[in-house]
C-alpha cells in the first residue's frame, strides 16, 4: 500500500521466554545470519505486555482479557509493528534467503507468475508442502505469519482499534446483549477476532476507507 514505503530494518519475533524450545533455538541465529544489518528483537511475554502498557493504554484492558494467549500475541504484533515497524515472523517461519532477496522478487511477480509459482509449491512433497515452504517459496500473499509496514502506518491503527471492536461485541454476545456473534468455538474466535481471518477483513475494510490500494 501507499508505494514502496521504506521498512526499519528490523526483524521482531515473540515467545513466552527467552529460553526457546529445542525445534526453535536455532530460529534467531539464522534470521541475523541472513541480516546482519537489520536489528533483531526477539519479545518475551512481560515485553509485550509492557509495550501495551505503556504505548497502547487503551488497549491494555482489553489485552488482559483475552482469553486465549494466542490472542495476546495476535494484537501484539500489530502493536509492535504500529510503534516500530519492520518485519515481523512466527517463530516456526524460516527463510531461505535474504529478506532483500525475497521482497524484490515478490515485487516483480505478476498474477500470472504468483499462480505459477502457487501451483509450484503445491505439487512438492505433502512433508515439504508447509506454510513456512509457501512464504518461502512465494513471498507474494497475504500470510498472518509474517507481517512487513512502516512506522505508524494507519493501516496497523485501524486494525488494532477494530480488533477491540470485536473483542466488545463478542464480549456483548456471551452476556446476551446481542445476537450477533462473530465466533462460537475458541478456535473460531482466535482466528476470528484477532487472528488471520480478522486481519484480512479488516486491512481490506481499512484500506477502502483510507482509499489505499492492496497488491496482493
Not at 48 to 71: F, G, K, N, S, V
Not at 119 to 142: C, H, I, K, M, Q
Amino acid at each position: 500500500a501507499q508505494g514502496r514505503a521504506a521498512i526499519p530494518r528490523i526483524i521482531h519475533q515473540m515467545y513466552r521466554t527467552t529460553e526457546l524450545p529445542e525445534d526453535w533455538a536455532h530460529v534467531p541465529r539464522a534470521w541475523k545470519q541472513l541480516h546482519a544489518d537489520y536489528q533483531y528483537m526477539l519479545w518475551t511475554d512481560e515485553q509485550l505486555r509492557q509495550l501495551i502498557a505503556e504505548d497502547y493504554p487503551w488497549l491494555l484492558a482489553t489485552y488482559d482479557a483475552y482469553p486465549h494467549d494466542t490472542q495476546r500475541w495476535d494484537a501484539s504484533r500489530f502493536a509492535i509493528l504500529h510503534k516500530y515497524g519492520g518485519v515481523y515472523a512466527d517463530l516456526d517461519l524460516e527463510l531461505h534467503m535474504p529478506l532483500r532477496q525475497a521482497f524484490d522478487r515478490a515485487a516483480g511477480l505478476d498474477d500470472s507468475s504468483r499462480a505459477t509459482n502457487y501451483r509450484e509449491w503445491a505439487a512438492l512433497p505433502p512433508d515439504n508442502r508447509t506454510e513456512a515452504s509457501l512464504v518461502a517459496w512465494d513471498f507474494s500473499g497475504w500470510n498472518f505469519a509474517f507481517l512487513a509496514y512502516e512506522r505508524d502506518h494507519p493501516l496497523l491503527t485501524s486494525v488494532t482499534r477494530s480488533i477491540v471492536e470485536l473483542v466488545l461485541g463478542q464480549w456483548d454476545a456471551m452476556r446476551g446483549v446481542t445476537n450477533r456473534t462473530v465466533c462460537n468455538s475458541a478456535v473460531s474466535c482466535v482466528l476470528r477476532v484477532t487472528g488471520p481471518s480478522a486481519y484480512s477483513s479488516l486491512v481490506t475494510t481499512a484500506a477502502r476507507g483510507l482509499n489505499l490500494s492492496l497488491i496482493h
